[in-house]
C-alpha cells in the first residue's frame, strides 16, 4: 500500500511538451535506443480541451506487442509516433466545462509529460477514495484483467486448484487473492524467491515457487496439487504452460492472458502439441483481452475496492522515478524485475 | 443410405464364441498381428441373462488409445484382454423378462461372435425406424459427437464460418450438414479428391480441399475463407490444425473432437505454440469426450432422426464384410480408408 500527497496548485501553461517515441523496432527485448525522447511545442488550448500534466506512466508487458510491426488484437506504434500507455495526471487547464483544474483523472494519453484532450475516455478519480495510481493498477487495467478474466474465463468452484503463472505480476498478483476470496487453494509460480516469500506470506497464496532455480516444474508442480489443477491463469507461457498440461484435470479451464516468455523471441520457438491434452481431459484454453469486459469494469471496479477495503486484496506497486526512465521500466517489466504493478512516476 | 433385412428365426445356441484380443501393443500404425482371434466356449445362460449375436462392430479412430498401455479418459485395453467397441446385435436367448429373442439392440460388447449380457448397457432398436447400423453412426456414438460436440463447444451462429477437419469421416460429415442446417458457411478438409466431391456435391459444404494435394494449408484456407474462420471443429490435429491458428477470427471457437494425424507416432511431435494465438484473438481451443453429454442423448438422437426424415441429414457407409477383417477395418479408419462411418458386417 502505498498513498500519495497530490498538489493541485495552479501552474502556468508550460510551453513544450516531452515525449517519448519509439525510435526502431526491438530485436529481442527492447533496448533503451529503441525510444527516443523527443520535444515538441504545446500549442494554446481550443474550445473544448483541457490540458493534462502526467503524473503516472503504467508500464504493462502487452507493451511490447505494440512495439512490435503486426496488427494483433490492436494497431501497433509505428517509428515516430508516441508509444502508447495508460496515465494518471492533474487537468491543469481546462476549456471543457466536464473538467476542472485540479481534477486527477486516468486515461490513455500515452509516454509524455503533457497532453491536450477533448475529454474523451478520461475517468475523473477521487484521491481521497484510493491513491491516484490504483487506476492503473489494482483499480485499473490489470485489476479489471485479474477480475473478469479469472473469474470469467476460469469459472472458479470453491475448493478447486488455481495455479498462477506470473503470480507476483499486478495481474498475478491479484488473480491469486480474488481465487483465495472465492475459496480455492491458489499456487503461484513466480521468479525470485523473494517473490515467492510475498505471495505465501502477505498475500495469502498456499503454495508459491521459484521457476527459475526449480529444474522440474511437472515434478514440482504434482508435489504442490497432488490432486491435479483446475484452472489455470497464464501470464507467461512457454515451459511453464508446457508442464501445466500434464497436470490438468478434467474439465480444467486454462485463462490466457499474456505470454511474456514469448515475446521477445527472434522467432515462435515450437512447444508440445496443445489439443490432445485438452482432448483427453476434456480441458478449455481461452484467450481473452480485458476490454471484451469493458462495459462491466464499473463492476470490476467496485468489487476490488470493497475487498481493498476488507483487507482482502492487497497489491504493491515498484515505482521507477522520472519519466527520462520509461523505457528502462518496460524493459524491467518483461525482464520480471517488478513486484506487483510497475509504474513510472513523473517527477 | 442402406437398408438391411434382418433375420430373425430362433437358432440353436452356440456352443463356441470367437473374439479379438490384443496381442501387442502396436508401435505406430497398428497390424494385424496385435490381435488374436481366440475361440472360447459360451457358458449356458444364468436367470436374468440374455446371449447376444453380433451383426455389425463399430470401428472407431478413439479405439487406437486405448490399445495403448496409458489410461487417458479411460481405462486401456490390456494385453489378451477383448477389444472394445460399439456394437449391434439380435437377441437369441433371453431369460430376462426386459428382452425377447428377435430383438435388436445397441451396446458395448467389444470384438465378439456372441456376447452373455445382463442387459445394462443394451437399448432395443426398432429396424422400422432406421437401419440398425446407424446405432453406431449417424444415430450414434458418432452423430451424438457432431451434434453436441459442434453445436456445444463451437456454439455456431448463422452466417458463420465453418471449417471441419477429418471432413469426410462419420463425424465430420455429421459436423458440416448440422453446420449448413444452422445456416453457416462451411469448409470441409479430406484426404482424397472422391472425399471432396462427395462434400460439396452430396452433403453441401460450401466448399472442401484435399490437404494430400495441397502445398499449403494456409493460402487454400485464406483463398477459401477470405473472412477468415469462426468455427473449426477437428478431427485430426497436426499441421491442418496449425495453419487453422493464422485464420481464426476474433472469438473463434474450436472443438477438439480427435487428433487422428498423432495417434501413431512413436513420440509425440513438436508444434507451434498455441496459446499466443488464442490470446491475441481472445479464442477459445476445448477438448470434449461425447459421454460429457450422455444425459442428453436421447436429445440428439431424436434431432437427428428427425433431420434424416426431412432429408437434411445424408450418412454413408463404408461396410467391411467378415469378423475376421475387423482388424483391417480398424487400420482402415486410422489411415481414412472410410468415407461416412466405418463397420464391420459380421457374415
Known amino acids: 500500500m502505498r498513498f500519495i500527497m497530490t498538489a493541485t496548485t495552479a501552474k502556468p501553461h508550460p510551453g513544450t511538451n516531452r515525449k517519448f517515441v519509439l525510435a526502431a523496432r526491438p530485436v529481442g527485448m527492447p533496448k533503451e535506443s529503441d525510444f527516443e525522447l523527443v520535444s515538441e511545442p504545446l500549442p494554446p488550448l481550443k474550445d473544448g480541451q483541457i490540458l493534462l500534466r502526467t503524473q503516472y506512466l503504467s508500464v504493462d508487458p502487452y507493451m511490447r506487442g505494440r512495439m512490435t510491426g503486426v496488427r494483433s488484437y490492436a494497431d501497433p506504434v509505428n517509428i515516430g509516433q508516441l508509444m502508447v500507455g495508460g496515465t494518471v495526471g492533474e487537468v491543469i487547464e481546462s476549456r471543457n466545462s466536464a473538467f476542472v483544474a485540479g481534477q486527477i483523472v486516468v486515461g490513455f494519453w500515452g509516454w509524455q509529460e503533457f497532453a491536450v484532450s477533448d475529454g474523451s475516455g478520461l475517468r475523473p478519480l477521487d484521491p481521497n477514495l484510493a491513491p491516484p495510481s490504483t487506476a492503473l493498477g ?135 502439441r496443445v489439443f490432445r491434452y485438452l482432448l483427453t481431459k476434456s480441458a478449455r484454453a481461452e484467450g481473452f483481452l480485458v476490454y471484451n469486459f469493458a462495459e462491466r469494469f464499473p463492476e470490476g471496479v467496485a468489487q476490488m475496492a470493497k475487498w481493498m477495503k476488507e483487507g482482502k486484496i492487497k497489491y504493491r506497486e515498484t515505482i521507477v522515478e522520472g519519466f527520462e526512465n520509461a523505457p528502462r521500466a518496460l524493459i524491467g517489466v518483461l525482464s520480471g524485475d517488478n513486484t506487483g504493478k510497475m509504474i513510472v512516476q513523473m517527477c
Chains 1, 2 share one sequence.
Open 138 to 272: 489494482v483499480l485499473g487495467m490489470p485489476g479489471m484483467t485479474a477480475y473478469f478474466g479469472f473469474l470469467e474465463i476460469c469459472q472458479p468452484k470453491a475448493g478447486e486448484i488455481v495455479v498462477v503463472s506470473g503470480a507476483a505480476g499486478a495481474v498475478g498478483s491479484l488473480v491469486g487473492q480474488v481465487a483465495k476470496i472465492k475459496g480455492c487453494k491458489v499456487v503461484g509460480i513466480a521468479g525470485s524467491d523473494e517473490k515467492v516469500a510475498w505471495l505465501k506470506d502477505e498475500l495469502g497464496f498456499d503454495a508459491a515457487f521459484n521457476y527459475k532455480t526449480t529444474s522440474d516444474f511437472v515434478v514440482r508442480l504434482q508435489q504442490l496439487c497432488p490432486n491435479g489443477v483446475d484452472c489455470y491463469f497464464d501470464n507467461v507461457g512457454g515451459a511453464v504452460s508446457d508442464a501445466m498440461l500434464s497436470v490438468i484435470n478434467t474439465k480444467a479451464r486454462i485463462a490466457i492472458c499474456g505470454q511474456v516468455s514469448q515475446y521477445n523471441l527472434a522467432k515462435p520457438e515450437p512447444g508440445p
